[in-house]
Nanobody
Framework: QVQLVESGGGLVQAGDSLRLSCAAS????????MGWFRQAPGKEREFVAA????????YYADSVKGRSTISRDNAKNTVYLQMNSLKPEDTAVYYC?????????????????WGQGTQVTVSS
């Protein structure tokens, strides 16, 4: 069992940066791939970024590539999403998720555990 709690969301202006955190409980965190997804009002949940168990490999959606960095600290059971040059279209609830599969999972069905989400709002 893995429990995930996101934090770090908020209201920012276009061009600003945010770092989201996802704290995990459970002894299997360091063996799991982790991902970030987001869901805007009226839209489906979409993949943002993923990282493998060691942190050595990452994968990004085209929409955030070059502006975002996913990382993890297994000693702290935490995964991060650093987002720079934020745009109004980045406004969404951001979720972290844990997977027992390959880290290149872009579908939400590839993840076993989810956090409750943190709201990110980017004003123009």
């Amino acid at each position: 069992q893995v429990q995930l709690v996101e934090s770090g969301g908020g209201l920012v202006q276009a061009g600003d940066s945010l770092r989201l955190s996802c704290a995990a409980s459970g002894r299997t965190f360091s063996r799991r791939a982790m991902g970030w997804f987001r869901q805007a009002p009226g839209k489906e949940r979409e993949f943002v970024a993923a990282i493998n168990w060691s942190g050595g490999s990452t994968y990004y959606a085209d929409s955030v590539k070059g502006r975002s960095t996913i990382s993890r600290d297994n000693a702290k059971n935490t995964v991060y999403l650093q987002m720079n040059s934020l745009k109004p279209e980045d406004t969404a609830v951001y979720y972290c998720a844990a997977s027992s599969r390959d880290y290149r999972q872009v579908s939400f069905s590839g993840y076993d555990y989810w956090g409750q989400g943190t709201q990110v709002t980017v004003s123009s």
